[in-house]
């Protein structure tokens, strides 16, 4: 069955990705702008610009371009960088361990503030704890990435000096990219915690554990909590997938050298390979992890089966 199973999420994540890599694959090359005058500039000669685009096999049919595309990720391969001439793997690989750094530093971020917050919230409910800790979590999901790095480069960088303002120069540059990134994840979390915690406390088994005389925060945390986790799982796994999206803006914002920065350096400069690779490597660990997820929930609570 456990293999049924996983053999069916395999074929759908393959037809997922088939999806996305052709539908990026249309779009980039639809959206305005010209590789070839990018590289040459508006002045170049009009037989040196055909010459490059020959070259570059871009003067060929966009179906024929695209079965070229799909072949190559086949054979995992995922051509050259229109630029850099560098093999975009190579590019990958040299940037995928920052963003994946800020991704798990900034989820650490999210569940430190969360948990707290959350359980706060569901213990104290319509106290002020309660009003507070939602409060807090609606601002930090209204605000978004791009307004909240500015803010705390201002507060924390330019006003107070404690951290660099951009670059990645240490743990400390790490700092202010994983709390911007972190607390709007945070803020969903200790909505989720909280709502989830309500839903726990309220079961037959939590009155029956107070009965035994147990302590509160035993019940709180050997059955509360560990019931309770089990949603909150799958919202963790999915938000990791965006994570590695929300990094492209806060990649920028803080010149962090991931893979988010690359993408965005690769659409300005209409590097098409780079942006397909960049856009295909997200998608596969987001549909990666999610699976990890299901396969976990699936263990963790015996009561799901794996064939629905």
Sequence with gaps: MFLNYLIKRLISAVFVLFSISTLVFLLIHLIPGD???VMLGETARVGDREALRHLLGLDLPI?????EYLKGISQF????????KQAVSQLLSDRLPATLI??????FVAIVIAFPL??????YKDSVWDRLAMLTAMVGVSIPNFVMGPLLILIFALWLGWVPVSGKDGMSSLILPALTLGSALAAILSRMIRGSMLEVIQ????????????????ILGS????????PIITILGMQFGALLAGAVITETIFSWQGIGQLMIDSIQKRDYPVVQGCVLLVSFIYVLVNLITDLTYTVLDPRLKLDT
């Design 77 to 84: 391969d995922l051509g050259e960088s229109l630029h850099s």
């Design 35 to 37: 590789p070839i005058e």
């Design 63 to 67: 179906l024929q371009q695209w079965w």
């Design 223 to 230: 059955h509360a909590l560990r019931n309770a986790a089990l």
């Design 102 to 107: 800020l991704s798990a530093a900034s989820l």
């Design 203 to 218: 079961e037959d088994y939590i009155r029956a554990a107070r009965a035994r005389g147990l302590s509160e925060f035993r």
């Design 118 to 123: 959350g359980i706060l919230a569901a213990i």
